[in-house]
């Protein structure tokens, strides 16, 4: 079984449709991470959270909310997707250890298509 | 803010070997990683480095000078599975820190 999984792996919506994208873990990790990755532009961090009570915002937040259940589930919701939110979704998990090195697991990926 | 540049794509044939180059200009620094990304795929760890030097793994290697801002990714022996992205990623200083990625280098190999 997976440690980082994400569902669904493949969603088409259309314009203006609310969409949450789930991911869950069982590594026991504190840090959890949402990325989206286009064609040509990397990975790029949407929201971040280092424990149950913390989120924070990442590089290119707008238009995304997160919600932190549980230590071991991170969901992302885009409220309205637009088609420029397509693209490939992953979430990542990863542990403190002594304040360093810190390596990120990733899931599978979600493909979102926004028509 | 942070700037990581890294070859869009590298092309190398089998056998032979690789380095693919990372530049980076960041706002304090702890740590610079590669993963590696096959097609449709999520990325995998490969390496870490924090202090200056080269650091061995097998077929792979990977080096790092904080002074200029500067690491590499070296493949030795390749082989066809080695096709693939090769992202570059540095943590800024401070526990609270996350990774900024590099846009990734496309490497192909061919027989």
């Known amino acids: 079984d997976a440690d980082v999984t994400q569902t669904p792996r493949n969603r088409i919506t259309k314009t203006g449709k609310r969409i949450m994208l789930e991911c869950s873990q069982t590594?026991?990790?504190?840090?959890m991470y949402w990325y989206r990755q286009d064609p040509g532009l990397g990975l790029r961090l949407i929201y971040y959270s280092f424990d149950v009570k913390d989120i924070n915002k990442g590089e290119i937040s707008d238009g995304y909310s997160v919600s932190r259940q549980a230590q071991a589930k991170f969901s992302l919701s885009l409220e309205s997707a637009i088609p420029n939110q397509t693209a490939l979704y992953f979430c990542?998990?990863?542990?403190?250890?002594?304040?360093?090195?810190?390596?990120?697991?990733f899931g599978s990926g979600t493909q979102l298509s926004v028509l | 803010g942070q700037n990581i540049d890294q070859p869009t794509e590298m092309t190398a044939t089998e056998g032979a070997i690789v380095q693919i180059n990372c530049t980076y200009q960041t706002s304090g620094f702890n740590g610079l990683f590669w993963y590696q990304q096959h097609a449709g795929e999520a990325p995998t760890f490969l390496s870490y480095n924090v202090l200056d030097g080269l650091e061995e793994k097998g077929r792979f290697s990977s080096f790092l000078s904080r002074s200029k801002g500067y690491s590499y990714l070296l493949l030795k022996e390749l082989q066809m599975k080695d096709s693939a992205s090769y992202l570059c990623a540095v943590r800024a200083e401070g526990g609270y820190s996350t990774l900024t990625f590099g846009k990734g280098t496309m490497l192909l190999v061919s027989p």
């Open positions: 590594k026991g990790h504190d840090r």
């Open positions: 990542a998990t990863s542990d403190l250890f002594g304040g360093r090195s810190e390596k990120l697991f």
